[in-house]
């Protein structure tokens, strides 16, 4: 397997408070990693800085390019595609229009047809609601809605920040069905979620993050087993 | 007041209002792309005029040397900040965007001038001469405080406007212009003399206007720009780059700023310094659009036009002030009206 993204003692400060401490992790091609923890344990700081929009020390290697000197735009021009935790979405603009503007990034736009296509049959809803504006979505489908447009970006490296938030048990089911079937896609996946359960079934691998440092990871088969994370994550059973 | 009068007075201020619109639209555009309230708008307004008439009096405008200038100042910026970045690869992309293309256009200019050219062409030239200026100014001045706050991109604004003023006596001296009728044509519609120039702002209005919405609902850039405007973290997410789609936002909101000055220049006597009250008057029609619509900006613009053209009739003295005066009662109304949280104005 090669490797697709490695961040190697990556350490991330607001002012003088360290958010995220030396956290190393790599994901491999075709491969889905999660990394679970509780609320404030630094997760979204870490993919902040993953896709440059906080600033952070340390390496980052995606594809064997070193991403210090590249801006946000030039890691979403190379595959690197957040879809962030407040989804930011173009309220005031129709669905189409949103997926549209995923495909921004790309050099050849010659498959936007057949991408929107695509998207459509993933997300029949997006379908029924193409014309309508995308801040009329219900959460679900606004959670659709940016997965749809990052997927139209023809991402290599996919980063989630809590797919799963705020959303109805029946849509986190088919959104972590969803997220699963980009392995078929060849799509590598990078999840970063509170809903450790959900994210472990789907997950190869995972990594612990608690208050900033990584504090274990294995497979995420081994992880769902162990007998402390299911004390503090995965609520007994 | 008669019927007449009242019909004469309307249509004037249709007419005016239409080039108010289309400056306004241009400010709004620029605004909710850069967050920059761009008062030189007037001044780049009446810098075509002044290139238009150089041109027609066969001289080479002054706009040339003052896009020279700002051309090498961009670059020598741009370079500057690549270098210290240590992205040197870049370097010879910022030196074709910043110094090759404004060059460029000073060349076909200048070449074109020989020819004598017909009066669409000189348009044309004019209207080209104009577009690097404020993108040029965007590089220099407001890309390197591109993250502060919105008062300070206007007190900066303010300042730049100012500097203009200036640089545009330096470069166009101070004599006033007034340029060729662009027709000559007039019509009789219900009794009532109308103007070819008038019919002719009317359809500029509405053309560059209707041209605007089309870029903006049926091409990726347009969307991208709009995109921009309203969520800026989701649009760089996608690739789109801030200053890029600022520099294309400038470049728009030049054109019809440009497209205006052509407008007015055979009506009114041009100065170096008459685009402030034309940027003004657009801006309070942008701030009836709550400075984000840009129909609320056109109908305010055409409000301010019309206002304008009766106030002038009652006491020509107070026009000025009557039409500012409005702002007062529309700022309450809107500050009433909005329901905006603290948070959502920081953002």
Same mark, same amino acid.
């Given at each position: 397997?090669?490797?697709?993204?490695?961040?190697?003692?990556?350490?991330?400060?607001?002012?003088?408070?360290?958010?995220?401490?030396?956290?190393?992790?790599?994901?491999?091609?075709?491969?889905?990693?999660?990394?679970?923890?509780?609320?404030? #344990?630094? !997760?979204?700081?870490?993919?902040?800085?993953?896709?440059? @929009?906080? !600033?952070?020390?340390?390496?980052?290697?995606?594809?064997?390019?070193?991403?210090?000197?590249?801006?946000?735009?030039?890691?979403?021009?190379?595959?690197?595609?957040?879809?962030?935790?407040?989804?930011?979405?173009?309220?005031?603009?129709?669905?189409?229009?949103?997926? @549209?503007?995923?495909?921004?990034?790309?050099?050849?736009?010659?498959?936007?047809?057949?991408? @929107?296509?695509?998207?459509?049959?993933?997300?029949?809803?997006?379908?029924?609601?193409?014309?309508?504006?995308?801040?009329?979505?219900?959460?679900?489908?606004?959670?659709?809605?940016?997965?749809?447009?990052?997927?139209?970006?023809?991402? !290599?490296?996919?980063?989630?920040?809590?797919?799963?938030?705020?959303?109805?048990?029946?849509?986190?089911?088919?959104?972590?069905?969803?997220?699963?079937?980009?392995?078929?896609?060849?799509?590598?996946?990078?999840?970063?979620?509170?809903?450790?359960? #959900?994210?472990?079934?789907?997950?190869?691998?995972?990594?612990?993050?608690?208050?900033?440092?990584?504090?274990?990871?294995?497979? #995420?088969?081994?992880?769902?087993?162990?007998?402390?994370?299911?004390?503090?994550?995965?609520?007994?059973? | 007041?008669?019927?007449?009068?009242?019909?004469?007075?309307?249509?004037?201020?249709?007419?005016?209002?239409?080039?108010?619109?289309?400056?306004?639209?241009?400010?709004?555009?620029?605004?909710?792309?850069?967050?920059?309230?761009?008062?030189?708008? /007037?001044?780049?307004?009446?810098?075509?005029?002044?290139?238009? *008439?150089?041109?027609?009096?066969?001289?080479?405008?002054?706009?040339?040397?003052?896009?020279? %200038?700002?051309?090498?100042?961009?670059?020598?910026?741009?370079?500057?900040?690549?270098?210290?970045?240590?992205?040197?690869?870049?370097?010879?992309?910022?030196?074709?965007?910043?110094?090759?293309?404004?060059?460029?256009?000073?060349?076909? %200019?200048?070449?074109?001038?020989?020819?004598?050219?017909?009066?669409?062409?000189?348009?044309?030239?004019?209207?080209?001469?104009?577009?690097?200026?404020?993108?040029?100014?965007?590089?220099?001045?407001?890309?390197?405080?591109?993250?502060?706050?919105?008062?300070?991109?206007?007190?900066?604004?303010?300042?730049?406007?100012?500097?203009?003023?200036?640089?545009?006596?330096?470069?166009?001296?101070?004599?006033?212009?007034?340029?060729?009728?662009?027709?000559?044509?007039?019509?009789?519609? *219900?009794?009532?003399?109308?103007?070819?120039?008038?019919?002719?702002?009317?359809?500029?209005?509405?053309?560059?206007?209707?041209?605007?919405?089309?870029?903006?609902?049926?091409?990726?850039?347009?969307?991208?720009?709009?995109?921009?405007?309203?969520?800026?973290?989701?649009?760089?997410?996608?690739?789109?780059?801030?200053?890029?789609?600022?520099?294309?936002?400038?470049?728009?909101?030049?054109?019809?700023?440009?497209?205006?000055?052509?407008?007015?220049?055979? %009506?009114?006597?041009?100065?170096?310094?008459?685009?402030?009250?034309?940027?003004?008057?657009?801006?309070? /029609?942008?701030?009836?659009? /709550?400075?984000?619509?840009?129909?609320?900006?056109?109908?305010? *613009?055409?409000?301010?036009?019309?206002?304008?053209?009766?106030?002038?009739?009652?006491?020509?003295?107070?026009?000025?002030?009557?039409?500012?005066?409005?702002?007062?009662?529309?700022?309450?109304?809107?500050?009433?009206?909005?329901?905006?949280?603290?948070?959502?104005?920081?953002?």
């Amino acid at each position: 397997m090669t490797q697709m993204f490695s961040i190697e003692n990556v350490s991330v400060a607001y002012g003088k408070v360290e958010a995220v401490r030396n956290v190393s992790l790599s994901v491999e091609q075709g491969q889905i990693v999660t990394v679970i923890g509780p609320n404030g #344990a630094g !997760k979204t700081t870490l993919l902040m800085a993953a896709i440059g @929009l906080l !600033k952070s020390t340390g390496r980052m290697i995606f594809q064997g390019t070193d991403l210090a000197k590249i801006d946000v735009e030039g890691r979403v021009e190379r595959g690197l595609c957040l879809v962030p935790e407040k989804r930011e979405l173009f309220a005031d603009m129709s669905v189409a229009d949103n997926l @549209l503007l995923g495909t921004y990034s790309l050099r050849d736009r010659s498959m936007t047809r057949k991408s @929107l296509d695509d998207v459509f049959d993933r997300f029949p809803r997006l379908k029924e609601r193409a014309k309508q504006a995308a801040g009329t979505l219900s959460g679900g489908e606004r959670q659709m809605l940016a997965l749809g447009r990052a997927l139209m970006a023809k991402p !290599k490296l996919l980063v989630l920040d809590e797919p799963s938030l705020g959303l109805a048990p029946l849509i986190v089911r088919e959104i972590f069905r969803t997220i699963a079937s980009l392995r078929s896609l060849g799509v590598s996946v990078l999840l970063v979620e509170q809903n450790a359960r #959900a994210a472990l079934e789907t997950a190869d691998y995972g990594y612990v993050l608690e208050t900033g440092e990584i504090i274990q990871s294995g497979p #995420a088969e081994t992880l769902i087993h162990d007998p402390k994370l299911i004390a503090a994550y995965l609520g007994g059973h | 007041m008669t019927a007449d009068i009242a019909a004469i007075l309307a249509i004037d201020g249709i007419a005016t209002g239409a080039v108010y619109a289309l400056v306004a639209i241009g400010t709004v555009l620029i605004f909710t792309v850069t967050r920059v309230i761009f008062i030189p708008f /007037g001044d780049i307004a009446a810098f075509t005029a002044l290139t238009l *008439a150089a041109l027609d009096a066969k001289q080479l405008p002054g706009t040339v040397g003052l896009v020279v %200038v700002l051309a090498c100042m961009a670059c020598l910026m741009e370079v500057v900040s690549l270098a210290r970045a240590g992205e040197l690869r870049a370097v010879p992309k910022a030196i074709l965007g910043y110094l090759v293309l404004p060059l460029i256009v000073v060349g076909i %200019v200048w070449l074109t001038m020989r020819f004598n050219p017909p009066m669409p062409v000189r348009i044309v030239l004019a209207l080209l001469l104009i577009m690097p200026i404020s993108p040029l100014l965007d590089r220099i001045v407001f890309r390197p405080i591109a993250d502060a706050s919105v008062l300070l991109l206007l007190t900066v604004s303010v300042a730049l406007h100012f500097a203009l003023v200036g640089l545009g006596l330096l470069f166009f001296g101070p004599e006033g212009v007034r340029t060729e009728p662009l027709t000559s044509m007039a019509l009789e519609i *219900a009794g009532v003399h109308v103007s070819g120039q008038t019919i002719l702002i009317l359809t500029a209005a509405l053309v560059f206007s209707g041209l605007l919405l089309l870029f903006f609902d049926f091409t990726l850039l347009g969307k991208a720009l709009r995109a921009t405007a309203f969520n800026r973290t989701g649009a760089r997410l996608m690739g789109i780059r801030p200053a890029r789609a600022g520099t294309i936002a400038y470049l728009l909101g030049s054109l019809m700023a440009g497209v205006s000055g052509i407008l007015i220049a055979p %009506v009114n006597t041009i100065f170096y310094d008459s685009g402030f009250l034309l940027g003004l008057k657009a801006f309070v /029609g942008a701030i009836v659009g /709550g400075m984000t619509s840009y129909p609320g900006a056109a109908l305010g *613009a055409f409000g301010v036009g019309i206002l304008e053209s009766f106030a002038s009739f009652q006491s020509s003295t107070l026009k000025d002030v009557i039409v500012f005066s409005l702002l007062i009662p529309i700022l309450l109304w809107r500050s009433l009206a909005s329901h905006h949280s603290e948070e959502e104005v920081e953002e």
